[in-house]
Each structure stands twice: as C-alpha cells, then as structure tokens.
C-alpha cells in the first residue's frame, strides 16, 4: 500500500526530502508551507484556482484517442493533452497556483528558473496576468536552444537572466534563482518549476499538478489503463498525473533521459543510474561523484537535463510505487518525428521521451491500454531537431 | 564542542578581543600556493582560519566565491583534497581551522567517517552552509563524537523562536549572517547588524561570529565592535584570484582587532 500522507512534517517522503537551505530561506520556506496549507484548506482560493485553470489554461486537457499511434505500435493508446494548455504545456498549472499564492501573501515579485523555457514561460505568463513583476533565471545554453521561449518570456514583460556558470543548463538556473531568492525573500516568491527543491515545494507542486491525474480518473470512465507513462525532468508532470493512481494496480513508469547512452556518462537518469544525495535543498538521487561533487547531466532535451529528481520519485522507485526507465536523445528524436507524422501532434523533446519508450517496448506492450502524458508541444524544438537531422553526433 | 573553539572565544572574550576568522577557498590561487596564502593570512594576525572547501554547486555563495571555487576544482582541488589542506594549515600555523562545505559531500563519506577523518587532521570545526539546525542533530552528534565543533546559523530573517532553538542546540559559535543575500562584497554596512546580535545575545551567550557581505576594514571594525568575531570573505578571496595573494589581511586583523589607527 502507499502512503499518500506524505510528506511528514518534516517534508521528508520516507528517507527522501526534507530542507536542507541556508538560514535565510527558513523563514520564508515555513512561511510559504503555512500559506500553502491555509489557501489549500480554503474553498475561496481553491475555486479561483479552479477558474483559472478552466478560463484561463482552457482545462480540462481533452484525453485522445491516438489512432493512428495505436495501429502503428499494437497498443492502445490515450493520449492526455496537456500541450492544449495555454502556453502549450502542463507548467503553467503550476504557475497559476503559486502566482495567485504570491499574490495572497502580498509579494509583488516572482522570480523563477527554466530549462526548456515552458516554465518560464508558464511564469511569465502568470506574472502578466496577475500583475506581478516577474525575473527569470535561463542557462545561456539553454537559451541559445530554447530560442523562441526567450522571446516569449520577453514579450511578455518578464526579464531574461542568462546563467553562465556550470555547464549553464537547468541546475545553475535553478541554483542562481535560489541565490536570488537569499537576497530578495522580503518582497519576492520563488516559482519553483517543478517537484523539487526544499521542503515544501515538492509537496506544493504535485498538488497544484494532481489535476491532470484527477481529470483523467473522470475521462477514463469505464476503461482501465494498464499503463501511465510520462518522461521526467524534476517530474512535475509525472507527479501530476501519477499521483490520483498510486494505490490502483497500474504500472506508473516514468522515462527519463538517456541522452548519449547511459553507459557514456552522459545522460540525466537520476533515478535509474544515480546515487542518494542532497540536491537544491532535498535529499534525492542525483548525479555525483563519489566525493560528493554533483555531475553535469545531458540531454537533448533542456527540461530533462537536470542531474537531480524529486525526492517523491525518490520514494515511489524505492518503495516500488512506480518504475523508471530511459531512453536516448536518438530514440527521443525518433518519437518526435513517429508523433508528428502519425498524429499530427508535434510533442516536445520532453514528452517525445515517453513515446519513444513506448515505440521501444511495443513488442511487450501489445494489446494493452496505455495512457501517455502529452506533457507539452514542440513548437519551441523544431529549429533544434531540424538543425540535428543532419547532425552525425547524435 | 572542540575545545580548541571553546577556548579561543573564551580567551577573546576575557581580553575583548574579538576574533579575526578570514575565510579562504581551498586550492587558489593553485593547488601549489594555497598553504602559503592561509600561512600569510596568519601571520597578518589571523587568529583561526574558515576554509571554504570548493563545492560544484555553491549556492549560498556569490560570484566571487563561485569563482573560487571552479578555478579551485578545474585545478584538482577535491572535498577530500581540502580536508587535507585544513590539516596541512591548521599544523604549519596552530590556529584552529574551521572547514566550510555544503551537506552533500560530509552525507556522501557518512557523517561519522567524515568526522573521523576531520579529528585526524586537526580540524577544530565544520560550517555547513545548507543545514539548518533543523537539519543538524545528526551530523553535529558525529562531530561532537570526535570532539569537533559545529556552527550554526542565524539570519535578519531568523525570528526569535528559531534564535533559542538555534541556541538550544549548542553550536560551538553561531555565524550571523550580517546581511541578506549570498557572500560577497558589499559598498555599505549591513543596516541589520546590530538588531542581529542584539537578539542573539538576547537569548543566548554562545559566541557570535558576524560574516556575510563585510568587505572593507571599516565595515570590519563596525562588526566587531559588536560581536565575539568577524569573518571576511569575499574581499580576500577576490585579492587572491586577482593578485595571487591577499593583500588587505592585516588592514582588516587591525580593524578587527581595534589596533588599527
Ligand atoms: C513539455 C515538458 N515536459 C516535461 C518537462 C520536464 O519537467 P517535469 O519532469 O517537471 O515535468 C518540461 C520541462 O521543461 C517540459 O517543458
């Protein structure tokens, strides 16, 4: 059975978690878990985000019957839309819940990291519509592959801070975010952008993220998948859409990167191919050196390469609640094109992570029904894997 | 509690005479000249030493020190490389060295290994810039096991209840942290100094070191009027990126040590 209960008051999931931050986040961190938990407990505010998810995101997120997929592979598939979103995402679910915390806790700033730009993007857009001033934090890398989001955000009103140190990808986004926040907690909200970070942000965020599970429960009705599968990053939209079936006997199995090949080193399978240890404020699996030093993660895919996980992943892997599997920036490329030519669908590098496990494992997946988290859309990577078709690296 | 802290602050206290603790990045400027950059720092009047072990992702840290560190590690310094570094300093000059990491190497080796090995070196104590006390009763009991000392935190935004619990969990000095934000060099002196130390004292006597953004011999001399310590970073790791060595040390042990003219 799984413990739903948690995180304890701690914010730790069993061994995983917890709020290992500098003393000047303390206050604030308590400050948000007793915001959350109030505004959580209260039906004015949970209605208004319920507003906001249908007026302005556009849910529910339709689940659809992939055909053309299905007949091409021999499983049945459903896919659960969430690239229908405003902003074309399931991050902006999140944004709308912590903008509109911010907002109740009077903090007139939000500051935020991305990868992929979809979260910064998902952030600026709440900034906008809530009138709220709003920074965020990119890896320069990122930017240079995630072009179109910049301007986006940009557009938007929202100021793009380039990120140069590390290998300037989402973990040094999110840790210059955090040094921000050290210096700016008085009048400033930090938008983590996914189920990761101190306590109680990975608690926070599968709540404002359970509505994509929650919906699918209704959409499926009568029919009973044997398979949920959605690609992780930090695993926000994992987390979303696992966690109304964690005591049903479906197999929740989330896919992460494998970039170059697991056995190359360079890949960002946390879960699969990394040790226990604490990352950006929780205790979780990561990559890392036997020192203790914290690895460089690849992918392809900037929401996904990212060399920690949050830590309730952490608890699902060990407690055999769910499975993680990976599969390479080759195969991920490959279900990018297999998806938009059989569906008409073009599906983020991200969520092109869980189709190409599907494409892979086929064979053993026959005759059954399986429903993918389309998590966002590809808008944002067709200059990228154009420029790659003719890129012999990969 | 190491009792070579204990001692330390006790003996400042009873000559008021606070404590100049620079903090210096382990394996700058390299790996080669690093000893002699803390043996310099002594002679100029240091009287124990923060030795920043350089960690990937230093987030309490700003540019300066971020810095430090990647030129530290890209020339081969290690976690377990530094130890050895504060063993090597706290021999060649006898003052106390005091190691700052962050949480995840010390979980790595195991907290009880991990002190083994510091007790081994001589080093007198450990400042983990992300655990709060909420988070330190494990590590600070395997410290204590090997008679090593442990810091904790308070911040601006540490609020009077966190302040006694904070005490409660007998840290050998509490590091305040003078001003919001990450270490680095500041143009002006923290405006929440003294409402800082005025509330820790309120609730405790356990020595209190002030560091975080004092960067001028100035701001130095302000700092320790007030408290049991000072600790200078940034300014002087930033001299021995730039120059190779640090040259404001003594300016800054006489401003704290209020010999300065
Ligand atoms: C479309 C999409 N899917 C997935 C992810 C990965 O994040 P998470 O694992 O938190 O869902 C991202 C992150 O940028 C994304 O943009």
Redesign the pocket.
Known sequence: MSDTSFPDATGRFGPFGGRYAPETLMAALAELEAAFRQAWADPVFVSEYHRWLREFVGRPSPLYEAVGLSEALGIRILLKR??LNHT????INNTVGQGLLAKRMGKPRIIAE??????GVASATAAAALDLECAVYMGAKDMERQGLNVVRMQLLGTEVIPVTSGAGT?KDAVSEAMRDWVGSVASTHYVI????GPHPFPLM?REF?KIIGEELSEQLGDVKPDVIV???????????IFYPFLDSDIDLV?VEAAGKGIETGKHGASLGHGTPGVLHGARTYMLQDDQGQVHEAHSI????D?PG??PEHAYFQDAGLARYESVTDREAVEAFHLLSRIEGII?????AHAIAWLQREAPALAGKTVVV?L????D?DVQEVVGLSSDPGL | MSTALASMFATARHAGRPVFMPFMTAGIPDQDSSPAVFEQLAADGADAFELGIPYSDPLMDGPVIQAASARALDGGMTFLGGLELAGRVAGSTGKPVIVMTYVNPILQAGPDAFAAEAAALGIAGVIIADVPFEESADIQAALAGHGIGMALFAAPTTDEQRLRAIAEAQPSFIYAVADLGVTGRRQETSRHLEGLVRRIRAVTSVPIVLGVGISTPAQAETAAAIADGVIVGSALVAEVLEEGAPRSGAAFAAAVHGTAR
């Open positions: 969430e690239d074309g995402a399931h991050k991305t990868g992929a730009g979809q979260h989402l952008g996914s189920v990761v965020v993220q959605a690609c992780v990053g930090g695993g926000s939209n994992a987390m979303g989330g895919s900037a929401g996904l990212y996980v949050g599906p983020a590098l991200e969520t988290n998590s966002g859309r590809g944002k």
